[in-house]
């Protein structure tokens, strides 16, 4: 339960940035309120899966830049991430909802000339717009960095149960850099010393990367 309520926490701080950014994009384009789910397992439609991040087909082509196709791999501001597979073990569950885990994957190669903070939280989703359950542990609230002119090869988990199996998942991962600076402020976050309007001031403006990932 405790390493659950930790991974929630993060899902929901990762998650009011990509919420508030679909209220922006809402506001300004007028279209219809985004969905605020945060954590959980959800089977939605595509529509729904498009509104889930405050975005129309025209937004989306105003927002190509933030919005890529998924695809295997990614370079931004010379961090190049990249993931091409993913395998299913099983998983025991304490509450007895899942039975298995989706195990994938990523590499982060860092070409910039300062070190990069990342996360292992990421979302994902199978082909049908099904919402799958994040899976993270205490170490995920740990300061992970890669060095400048470094690679690192770190792992993400997603919940399932009997029911799927999956030949292919679009993995989705906010990117920016999760430095010490980042986890100071989650700390404040946290304990309520900032706000959600100075949070989204300093880590509000993110790319959106997109993977598509098939089942080795």
Known sequence: MKKKLVAMLLLAVLSV??????????????????????????????????????ETSSDAMEKSDQMPEANNTHTVEGITISTNTFSVEPYEDNQGEYTKRIVMEFTIKNESDSAFGYVTTWEGRLSDGYKLETWA???????????????????????????????????????????????????????????????????GDFEVLEFAVTKE
């Open 137 to 203: 542990d205490l170490m995920s609230m740990d300061l992970k960095q890669v060095p400048a002119g470094g690679e690192k090869t770190d792992t993400v988990y997603f919940l399932i149960d009997d029911s799927i199996d999956p030949d292919e998942i679009t993995a989705t991962y906010n990117f920016m850099d999760y430095g010490e600076e980042y986890w100071a402020d989650f700390g404040k976050i946290m304990t309520g010393e900032m706000g959600q309007d100075e949070y989204m001031s300093k880590y």
């Open 17 to 54: 940035s990509s919420v508030a950014c679909g209220d922006k994009s809402q506001s300004e384009s007028g279209n219809s309120e985004p969905s605020t789910e945060i954590g959980g397992t959800k089977p939605e439609s595509e529509s729904s899966e498009s509104s889930s991040i405050g």
